[in-house]
């Protein structure tokens, strides 16, 4: 009786769990995807990290063409090719490949080390953006209006900015090594190249940082009121806006 089952020579490493479940479909294999742009873009590389989430295997193609705040790059998912700006690149990503969403939530979802690393990078933003207001009001004010009674003197109310500039320089600076020494290794081994341009910025921010301290020195030794005063002011108000671009 044994004799009426024939014995099967496949090897059972060979045989899919599921070969005899009509019912279910074949996984469909990914589509190669292939980015263009310049390799130092900050566009480029939101994109990549966009893909990343989505688990696609990305092939990074640089081209010659200089990053710039208009540019558009080149987007190739199997046979469909997109080009465009960063809202008509996500949105077709994210209608090509709906899971898992691009709009995840950090609070609910994401690992203790990334709600940390995120909000102290919103810290930051708010602070910088209090720290830019603060400028452009010193500025348009000059030397033709006195300060409030509870900042003192307009020296005293330098001196106060400065402080706070300190202060968020420190986190800034303890925050970029945090990236480097972190967050960027990690990405790199999942897509090398990925942090070439949030390295490129950290390189050109930080003479900026450092040198606006300096300018608040220098102002803190000037006349209040004089020309030279309030150019140095407006001087300042633009350095600082330049951290935000």
Same mark, same amino acid.
């Given at each position: 009786?044994?004799?009426?089952?024939?014995?099967?020579? !496949?090897?059972?490493?060979?045989?899919?769990?599921?070969?005899?479940?009509?019912?279910?479909?074949?996984?469909?294999?990914?589509?190669?995807?292939?980015?263009?742009?310049?390799?130092?873009?900050?566009?480029?590389?939101?994109?990549?990290?966009?893909?990343?989430?989505?688990?696609?295997?990305?092939?990074?193609?640089?081209?010659?063409?200089?990053?710039?705040?208009?540019?558009?790059?080149?987007?190739?998912?199997?046979? +469909?090719?997109?080009?465009?700006?960063?809202?008509?690149?996500?949105?077709?990503?994210?209608?090509?490949?709906?899971?898992?969403?691009?709009?995840?939530?950090?609070?609910?979802?994401?690992?203790?080390?990334?709600?940390?690393?995120?909000?102290?990078?919103?810290?930051?933003?708010?602070?910088?953006?209090? *720290?830019?207001?603060?400028? +452009?009001?010193?500025?348009?004010?000059?030397?033709?209006?006195?300060?409030?009674?509870?900042?003192?003197?307009?020296?005293?109310?330098?001196?106060?900015?400065?402080?706070?500039?300190?202060?968020?320089?420190?986190?800034?600076?303890?925050?970029?090594?945090?990236?480097?020494?972190?967050?960027?290794?990690?990405?790199?081994?999942?897509?090398?190249?990925?942090?070439?341009?949030?390295?490129?910025?950290?390189?050109?921010?930080?003479?900026?940082?450092?040198?606006?301290?300096?300018?608040?020195?220098?102002?803190?030794?000037?006349?209040?009121?004089?020309?030279?005063?309030?150019?140095?002011?407006?001087?300042?108000?633009?350095?600082? !806006?330049? *951290?935000?671009?």
């Amino acid at each position: 009786m044994g004799n009426c089952f024939a014995q099967s020579r !496949k090897s059972t490493a060979e045989i899919a769990p599921c070969d005899c479940i009509r019912r279910f479909k074949p996984v469909p294999v990914a589509p190669t995807v292939r980015l263009y742009g310049s390799s130092s873009s900050t566009l480029a590389a939101y994109i990549r990290f966009a893909l990343l989430h989505k688990n696609l295997s990305l092939q990074f193609v640089p081209t010659d063409n200089p990053s710039s705040d208009g540019e558009r790059l080149v987007l190739e998912i199997g046979s +469909e090719t997109v080009s465009g700006y960063r809202e008509t690149l996500l949105q077709f990503i994210e209608d090509k490949f709906p899971h898992p969403p691009l709009r995840f939530s950090l609070v609910d979802s994401a690992p203790l080390v990334v709600k940390v690393t995120w909000l102290q990078h919103r810290s930051i933003t708010w602070h910088l953006e209090r *720290l830019v207001r603060w400028a +452009e009001d010193l500025s348009t004010r000059g030397g033709r209006r006195t300060v409030d009674p509870s900042v003192g003197s307009p020296r005293m109310e330098l001196r106060k900015f400065g402080k706070n500039y300190s202060q968020l320089l420190e986190v800034m600076l303890e925050h970029a090594q945090m990236e480097e020494t972190v967050v960027f290794p990690v990405l790199e081994r999942a897509d090398r190249g990925l942090c070439k341009a949030a390295n490129e910025e950290h390189a050109r921010d930080l003479p900026v940082m450092n040198g606006i301290k300096e300018d608040m020195k220098s102002i803190g030794v000037m006349d209040h009121g004089t020309p030279a005063y309030n150019e140095g002011l407006s001087n300042l108000s633009i350095r600082l !806006k330049s *951290l935000q671009v």
